[in-house]
């Protein structure tokens, strides 16, 4: 008996029953397919926004910052801690923080100063690839800031306008200086937007009497170390300060993250379980159709193991033509969805837990991202075959004969 000549013949012997279960199962591949990757860009695209734009793989304080940020709780030599970083793979950037208030017309606001490294903070960050409107620093322009989106709402100004900042230096003097705003940022956080200043550090020594030292330290691992060691790593040449990496400095939208991944396989199941119970009433139609044949097949000596071959290989032929249908017509879809995206800022954009993300949401496929729905297909659809096969591998001739 030709096993799979028989079972292609009869894949097809009920063809509307055949082509709706093979329709359903590459409607739910192509469905999960691409929402698959639709997610794990979302996600990514979330982790990558918090470590690019915010916090960084790693930040360093002195040991008594984050319980009291003050802006004399400084790392005394960041200039060593930074070279020995770079030996080690790292990229890093010394960061100085402080507060005042910004004045600009008749309007004022509080304000957060962040005081960077122009050069290298470019190694660490990509704010300054978020500018909306203007430039980013640049060390040429030492009275030059870039403000935070709402901020500059807030204060009413634009690119070319002047800010009065007011605060207390470091020396107990008052820290005032008249600057000109360079740039305004697109959406980052809800802190950064409504408050933040960024200035030369440079400048901000000069403003608030801080000839050495920084406040924090972001450090960027390289792409082939695991968090954890890098945080070790770190931890070694800063054994008396405060490293912490972000999923520590952040819990709640690593925690977020995490559970969002374990959602896809949620909906994989759901899904899927539906499409089971299809092709479990389909093959069991087709076998109590077929059980005098089977009878048929066990009187002439077929063994109940080709039997429930030749229900498997039915359930197979209906598999790969619904998985490479599926694939089929998922592929355009892959393509603009990794090349074009979706633009929600056209709707407003993106914001979680107060961050906010980039305006293109972009799906991501790779092979586990594709693989993945397939796998968990070729799984439901042989845990719901099982049945109907050995239902007819272990029928009984006589009593198949009589069946009417």
Do not use: C
Not at 85 to 113: I, K, M, N
Not at 186 to 202: H, L
Not at 383 to 395: D, E, N, R, S
Request: no cysteine.
């Amino acid at each position: 008996m030709n096993v799979f000549r028989l079972a292609w013949r009869n894949v097809w012997r009920n063809r509307r029953r055949s082509v709706v279960t093979i329709a359903a199962m590459t409607f739910a591949l192509w469905v999960m397919v691409l929402y698959s990757g639709l997610i794990t860009g979302y996600l990514n695209g979330m982790e990558r926004d918090v470590l690019d734009l915010e916090v960084g793989d790693i930040q360093i304080f002195a040991p008594d910052f984050r319980d009291n940020p003050s802006i004399y709780s400084r790392i005394e030599d960041p200039d060593r801690l930074l070279a020995r970083l770079d030996e080690l793979g790292f990229r890093s950037s010394a960061r100085l923080l402080g507060g005042g208030l910004a004045a600009a017309g008749t309007s004022s606001a509080g304000v957060a100063f962040r005081g960077v490294e122009v050069a290298r903070d470019a190694t660490v960050t990509l704010a300054q690839e978020r500018v909306a409107e203007g430039t980013w620093l640049d060390p040429a322009d030492p009275a030059g800031v870039v403000l935070g989106r709402r901020l500059a709402r807030t204060l009413g100004v634009k690119p070319g306008a002047e800010l009065v900042v007011l605060s207390q230096a470091a020396d107990g003097s008052m820290a005032n200086d008249l600057f000109t705003v360079r740039g305004v940022l697109m959406g980052i956080s809800a802190a950064t937007d409504r408050a933040t200043v960024y200035m030369n550090a440079e400048s901000f020594r000069e403003l608030m009497v801080v000839p050495q030292g920084a406040h924090q330290i972001i450090v960027r691992r390289p792409a082939d170390m695991e968090l954890d060691v890098a945080a070790q790593r770190v931890l070694a040449v800063a054994p008396d300060l405060d490293v912490q990496t972000w999923r520590q400095l952040m819990p709640t939208i690593s925690t977020m993250l995490d559970s969002a991944r374990s959602v896809i396989y949620v909906l994989f199941f759901i899904i899927y379980i539906a499409v089971g119970i299809l092709i479990l009433n389909a093959m069991l139609m087709a076998v109590f159709e077929r059980i005098r044949e089977f009878g048929v097949f066990k009187a002439l000596g077929v063994s109940p193991t080709r039997v429930l071959a030749l229900i498997l290989v039915e359930g197979t032929i209906q598999t790969v033509i619904a998985i490479v249908t599926g694939l089929a017509l998922a592929t355009p879809g892959i393509w603009y969805l990794s090349n074009h995206g979706v633009n929600v800022g056209r709707i407003g954009g993106m914001s979680v837990a107060g961050l906010a993300m980039h305006p293109v949401w972009y799906g991501e496929y790779t092979a586990s991202s594709i693989s993945g729905p397939v796998l968990t297909l070729v799984i439901i659809v042989f845990a719901a075959i099982v049945y109907p096969g050995l239902k007819a591998a272990l029928i009984r001739p006589v009593e198949a004969m009589r069946h009417r």
